[in-house]
Structures are given as C-alpha cells and as structure tokens.
C-alpha cells in the first residue's frame, strides 16, 4: 500500500496559517477536557491481580508458618538465582523441613516464574510496591520477612487470606486436571479453562454460551 | 541523492590550526536526544557534518552470553530488557524462536493472544517514537497526547500480566495467562478509540510548515541503500521497499487477519513517519479482528516444557498400557531436545528482531545470537547524517528509532 499524503499548499493556507491554528484549536479544546493524569502520592490506581510487587509467604492458617516444602523448584527455576533455600532432612520418614528461605530483593527481576511453578502455592509476589529505602539490609528478606510481608499485605489491604486470589497461584486459562492439588484454588469463572471467554456481537461472552455463525 | 545535499568534495579541511578545520563534537552518550546511550563522534564544517562515528556498547549486559548458562525458559525475561519499550513483542520473536527449534505446536487461542499483544506492543513503541521523535524536533505538545494513549496500554499489560514494562507474558509453548473478559472490553473500547486519537496527532504535526521543514528530503536513503546496508522496519519500507516478516513469512496468527503494509516512496524522514503512522490504523485493525476471531481452547501447549527446564532431561518412568502385569517400562520423555541450529525471525516495532540458536540437544543453548534491528540501523547513521547539518541528526536518529538496550544488549 502506497502511502498518499499531500504537502503542498495553496496560497491562502500558507498565508492564514491553517494548520497552525486548527493545532492550537486542539490545544484549547483539550484544557476544558477531563484531566487524565493521576496525582500519585495523594491518589493511587487500583491495582489488578497478578500485580507483581514485594514477596511473601503466604502464612498457612492450620499451621502458622509457611507451606513451603522445600522442592527447590522456585530456586532451580529463578533466572536471576536470587532465592537461597536450606533445609533439613528427617531420617525416618525423608520429609524435608525448611530451616531458611532467603530472597535478594534487589536482585530480583518479578518475573514470577517462583510464585508460577510453586507445587504448594507457598511463594507469592503481593500487590505491594512501596517498599524503597536508603539501606540495602531491609531487602534482605528472611522467612520471618517474608511471612510478616504477607501479614502486612493482608492488614494493610483488609484481604481475607481463604478468599485471595492471584493469577499466578493458578494461572489463568489452564484446566484443573493439569495443576497440582496445591494450585487448584477457586478463581473467578473467566479464570478457569472451562469459562474462558471469547468476542460474540460486540460484547466478551463465556465461550460455552457463545453462537457460532 | 536529494537536492539539498551538499558535496562533500567540495568542503576543504585546512591543516590543523587552519582555518577551516574541521571541528569535533562528542554527541551522547548523555545527548538526551540520542534516546539512550549513544554516542556520535562527529566531525564539524560549520554547522555540516563532514564524518559521523557512532559508538555503541555502554548499554552492554551480554545478554548473548547469559543464556548460554540459563535454561530457555530462564532466558525469556532477559528478553524484556531489550527492546524495553515494546518488550511483548521480543518475548513474542523469543518465544516462536524456541518452539521452532524444540518442534512445539502453539495452540490456535495463544497464537491470537501473542498476535494481539504483539500489535498492542507496536502500538506502544510507536507512540513512544512519536513521543520523542516529535520532541527531539521541537514539538512538545504531541508527547502529552502520545503518553495518555501509551498509559492506557500499559495498564492493559498490568491486568494481563502483572507488569507494564517487563511483562515476561508468552512462555515455550504459549502464553501463561488466559486474557479475560474485561481485558478483551477494555481493549476492545480501547481501538475504537484510538484512530481518533490519531488524527488528534496528524492535526498537531501532519501538515505543520516547522515539522515539514525539519523533515521533508532529511535523511533520504534510496531503496538499494537502504537494502544494502539492512535495514529493517518502517525505516525500509519508507524508502519504498515492501518487506515485511509478518507478511512474507507470517508467524503465529498472521496469516488469518488482513492488513495492508505502508510503503513510502521518497525514503526521507517524513515518509518513515508516515510508515509509522499508516501502522498504527493497520495495528488497531490487527487487535480488532484478534479479539473478534478469538478462538476458545488451551493457551498452552500439552507437549511444552516445564518452566523448571532441565539441562539434561531425564528418562520418564511410567507404566506400558500393553502390559497387565503392571510391568514398568523406561520410557524416555523427549528424545533430549533438538539438536541444531535454526534463525527465527519476527516483526517487532523496530524492525526485524531475529533469534539465532545453536543447540547441542540440552536445556540450554549452546550458543544464541540476537539480530537486534536497532543495531543494525544504527550502523546506517553515518549514511544518513553525513553532508546535512547537526540538527538533522537529531531527526535522523529519531527517525531510525533506535533502542539502545536492544542495540548494545
């Protein structure tokens, strides 16, 4: 597809200053226009779900402490190996026990392949970003860090942690049969694959309900 | 050749200390207006510059390197940090790149999802070339109005995937998040709106008498030049040339939409940018039938690898169906993955950003190469700026719209 466009112009345009003015009629109009800027530290955007901000881990209400069964996968799978994991081995039974969980929060790059490929849904990137400082120790999150994160994230948004539900603990799209039983949480029902939507007559409607034509 | 350019022939250089010496300027790496970290050694008659040496690499991560000791899966984020501005569309060239070289079928819903997110990252790298290209000129008002439509999109990014800038969205084999319904509304909302908003551009530029000036017969670079030293993009097709990768060799759900490439015809800077303007009407129309074609089944592939990829994929134990006797049969998973070495290309805002691979049949690459489209562009500055004036250099950057983070990676 050839491009047409003309330049050229006639005398009275050159003359009246046509373009010029119709930008500057553009610019008037849009001072009486709503502003769309957001006034950040006095207003904040809502955020999704799925936000990848400040870690955590999640606090096991039957247990009090975290879920994490130390399967090593979320250190084994992170691009920028920032999470450290000990733990210690029973004998008898050969159930792990973890003694420390570690993350470099300055090394981390949130691309949540942790929170993603966790068997147990221990892990999880929260919806919190303000967390900045003047010192690097404060990044340094231990286990008990990690678990008052998710304190604090609870508290701080007055989530209720049965209900909390986050895109990564069970990604979007994919069937039940296909997830460990740790992942299998109830999610909105244009999360799941059997609700998943497609575009019919303008609107998004749940692909089961939708006509063909 | 255009009319306004001089002959360089006739520009004498004294001895040093002459009178006519030429004079040196360092431009960069902290030029604003050389959008990064590029710098550009020029050489000065005047106010003519007489030679342009850019110089690359202050950007430099050995991102090539770094995968050669990360599993693919791992790679993917550092794919992000390329091209940042219009990240979606490097993890979309990534992605179809691996699943080339590991034999992997993408579902026909993910496909439309990469397709769609690929536009919307074109949208928003346009924009942000616009924004800057249009302010390195002088026209400061064009980057408000581009950063209200770009915020809108990199909202969309956050509700699909958590992050604006580094989305890390598709993984091997598909994409790890299903879009939703309000997703699909919003964007959907999103491109009957946006060709408006063009025009809201094209009013405040388009016809301009300042913008023509600074852009009409700038930079003009012929076909077979453009062609020879390999250019890619807008930046060709504005010189008159009709390649396009999404055209000439389509990729994930290409080949099942309709657009049209814009060609230009004079090859100087306003041709580019209307290239790039025609784009942004054929991208909203690409999103548009995306979202209107969207195809219910799984995102993910069922053969696609764990993300947890190992570097030697062990042999898989399960049970041999032909056998009652509950024998266990060593079946291997995968065959290792596939050995050899492929050239994957696709069409990112910039250009055409293709992933070279080398695999010796383990998790990792043996050896990648990135043909990154900004550094290949940049090795044309020296054509484009070489006999106009200093300020033309400005424009011609921003005309080539070059990433550093993609150039010196």
Same mark, same amino acid.
């Given at each position: 597809?050839?491009? +047409?466009?003309?330049?050229?112009?006639?005398?009275?345009?050159?003359?009246?200053?046509?373009?010029?003015?119709?930008?500057?009629?553009?610019?008037?109009?849009?001072?009486?226009?709503?502003?769309?800027?957001?006034?950040?530290?006095?207003?904040? +955007?809502?955020?999704?779900?799925?936000?990848?901000?400040?870690?955590?881990?999640?606090?096991?209400?039957?247990?009090?402490?975290?879920?994490?069964?130390?399967?090593?996968?979320?250190?084994?799978?992170?691009?920028?190996?920032?999470?450290?994991?000990?733990?210690?081995?029973?004998?008898?039974?050969?159930?792990?026990?973890?003694?420390?969980?570690?993350?470099?929060?300055?090394?981390?790059?949130?691309?949540?392949?942790?929170?993603?490929?966790?068997?147990?849904?221990?892990?999880?990137? #929260?919806?919190?970003?303000?967390?900045?400082?003047?010192?690097?120790?404060?990044?340094?999150?231990?286990?008990?860090?990690?678990?008052?994160?998710?304190?604090?994230?609870?508290?701080?948004?007055?989530?209720?942690?049965?209900?909390?539900?986050?895109?990564?603990?069970?990604?979007?799209?994919?069937?039940?049969?296909?997830?460990?039983?740790?992942?299998?949480?109830?999610?909105?029902?244009?999360?799941?694959?059997?609700?998943?939507?497609?575009?019919?007559?303008?609107?998004?409607?749940?692909?089961? @309900?939708?006509?063909?034509? | 050749?255009?009319?306004?350019?001089?002959?360089?022939?006739?520009?004498?250089?004294?001895?040093?200390?002459? @009178?006519?010496?030429?004079?040196?300027?360092?431009?960069?790496?902290?030029?604003?207006?050389?959008?990064?970290?590029?710098?550009?050694?020029?050489?000065?008659?005047?106010?003519?510059?007489? +030679?342009?040496?850019?110089?690359?690499?202050?950007?430099?991560?050995?991102?090539?390197?770094?995968?050669?000791?990360?599993?693919?899966?791992?790679?993917?984020?550092?794919?992000?940090?390329?091209?940042?501005?219009?990240?979606?569309?490097?993890?979309?060239?990534?992605?179809?790149?691996?699943?080339?070289?590991?034999?992997?079928?993408?579902?026909?819903?993910?496909?439309?999802?990469?397709?769609?997110?690929?536009?919307?990252?074109?949208?928003?790298?346009?924009?942000?070339?616009?924004?800057?290209?249009?302010?390195? &000129?002088?026209?400061?008002?064009?980057?408000?109005?581009?950063?209200?439509?770009? @915020?809108?999109?990199?909202?969309?990014?956050?509700?699909?995937?958590?992050?604006?800038?580094?989305?890390?969205?598709?993984?091997?084999?598909?994409?790890?998040?299903?879009?939703?319904?309000?997703?699909?509304?919003?964007?959907?909302?999103?491109?009957?709106?946006?060709?408006?908003?063009?025009?809201?551009?094209?009013?405040?530029?388009?016809?301009?008498?300042?913008?023509?000036?600074?852009?009409?017969?700038?930079?003009? &670079?012929?076909?077979?030049?453009?062609?020879?030293?390999?250019?890619?993009?807008?930046?060709?097709?504005?010189?008159?040339?009709?390649?396009?990768?999404?055209?000439?060799?389509?990729?994930?759900?290409?080949?099942?939409?309709?657009?049209?490439?814009?060609?230009?015809?004079?090859?100087?800077?306003?041709?580019?940018?209307?290239?790039?303007?025609?784009?942004?009407?054929?991208?909203?129309?690409?999103?548009?039938?995306?979202?209107?074609?969207?195809?219910?089944?799984?995102?993910?592939?069922?053969?696609?690898?764990?993300?947890?990829?190992?570097?030697?994929?062990?042999?898989?134990?399960?049970?041999?169906? #032909?056998?009652?006797?509950?024998? &266990?049969?060593?079946?291997?998973?995968?065959?290792?993955?596939?050995?050899?070495?492929?050239?994957?290309?696709?069409?990112?805002? +910039?250009?055409?950003?293709?992933?070279?691979?080398?695999?010796?049949?383990?998790?990792?690459?043996?050896?990648?190469?990135?043909?990154?489209?900004?550094?290949?562009?940049?090795?044309?500055?020296?054509?484009?700026?070489?006999?106009?004036?200093?300020?033309?250099?400005?424009?011609?950057?921003?005309?080539?719209?070059?990433?550093?983070?993609?150039?010196?990676?």
């Amino acid at each position: 597809m050839k491009i +047409k466009y003309k330049t050229k112009k006639g005398l009275v345009e050159r003359i009246l200053l046509l373009e010029i003015l119709k930008g500057l009629a553009l610019t008037l109009r849009r001072m009486f226009s709503k502003s769309v800027t957001v006034q950040y530290p006095k207003e904040k +955007k809502k955020l999704f779900p799925g936000f990848r901000g400040r870690h955590a881990l999640i606090r096991d209400p039957a247990s009090g402490t975290a879920r994490c069964v130390a399967c090593m996968r979320c250190a084994t799978v992170c691009p920028s190996r920032c999470i450290s994991i000990r733990y210690t081995k029973d004998e008898n039974t050969g159930a792990r026990k973890v003694t420390s969980y570690e993350i470099e929060a300055l090394r981390c790059i949130y691309c949540g392949y942790c929170e993603e490929v966790c068997p147990v849904n221990a892990i999880v990137l #929260t919806e919190e970003y303000e967390y900045s400082d003047y010192v690097r120790e404060p990044f340094h999150f231990d286990m008990e860090g990690l678990l008052h994160n998710w304190d604090q994230f609870l508290a701080k948004n007055k989530i209720d942690p049965k209900t909390y539900i986050n895109p990564f603990l069970r990604p979007r799209g994919a069937s039940e049969g296909e997830l460990p039983a740790g992942k299998r949480i109830s999610v909105p029902s244009d999360w799941t694959f059997e609700g998943q939507v497609v575009w019919r007559d303008g609107r998004a409607v749940p692909a089961k @309900e939708a006509v063909r034509l | 050749m255009s009319a306004n350019k001089p002959d360089l022939k006739l520009i004498k250089n004294d001895t040093p200390g002459g @009178e006519n010496e030429a004079y040196t300027v360092a431009m960069g790496p902290q030029h604003p207006a050389t959008h990064g970290v590029l710098k550009l050694d020029l050489e000065l008659d005047g106010e003519t510059v007489i +030679k342009c040496r850019p110089t690359v690499g202050f950007l430099h991560r050995g991102v090539e390197k770094l995968a050669e000791n990360m599993s693919y899966a791992q790679v993917l984020p550092l794919t992000d940090r390329l091209d940042y501005i219009a990240s979606m569309a490097n993890n979309v060239a990534y992605s179809i790149a691996v699943e080339t070289l590991l034999g992997i079928e993408t579902p026909l819903r993910a496909k439309y999802i990469r397709t769609m997110v690929m536009e919307m990252a074109r949208l928003t790298g346009h924009l942000l070339w616009l924004a800057t290209h249009a302010l390195d &000129i002088g026209a400061m008002t064009v980057f408000l109005y581009c950063f209200r439509e770009r @915020e809108n999109l990199l909202d969309m990014f956050e509700e699909l995937c958590g992050a604006r800038l580094t989305t890390t969205y598709t993984c091997i084999g598909g994409v790890r998040q299903d879009v939703t319904g309000h997703f699909l509304e919003t964007l959907y909302a999103f491109t009957e709106e946006f060709p408006s908003r063009v025009k809201e551009y094209e009013t405040l530029i388009d016809q301009n008498r300042i913008w023509l000036k600074r852009t009409k017969g700038i930079g003009v &670079i012929t076909a077979e030049q453009a062609v020879s030293l390999g250019l890619t993009g807008p930046s060709l097709r504005g010189s008159g040339v009709d390649y396009d990768v999404r055209k000439h060799m389509p990729y994930d759900a290409y080949p099942f939409v309709e657009f049209e490439v814009p060609i230009g015809s004079e090859g100087d800077v306003y041709d580019r940018y209307r290239c790039r303007m025609e784009e942004f009407l054929q991208s909203n129309s690409i999103i548009r039938q995306c979202i209107e074609q969207l195809p219910a089944g799984p995102v993910r592939a069922e053969d696609a690898p764990d993300l947890v990829m190992e570097y030697n994929p062990a042999k898989k134990v399960a049970a041999d169906a #032909t056998f009652s006797s509950g024998i &266990i049969k060593l079946m291997e998973d995968r065959d290792r993955y596939m050995q050899g070495d492929v050239y994957v290309a696709a069409e990112v805002p +910039k250009g055409e950003l293709g992933f070279y691979f080398v695999s010796d049949g383990h998790g990792r690459p043996y050896r990648m190469h990135i043909r990154s489209p900004s550094y290949i562009h940049i090795g044309a500055l020296p054509y484009l700026c070489e006999g106009y004036m200093v300020a033309d250099v400005i424009a011609n950057i921003g005309s080539l719209d070059v990433v550093l983070g993609e150039c010196d990676r």
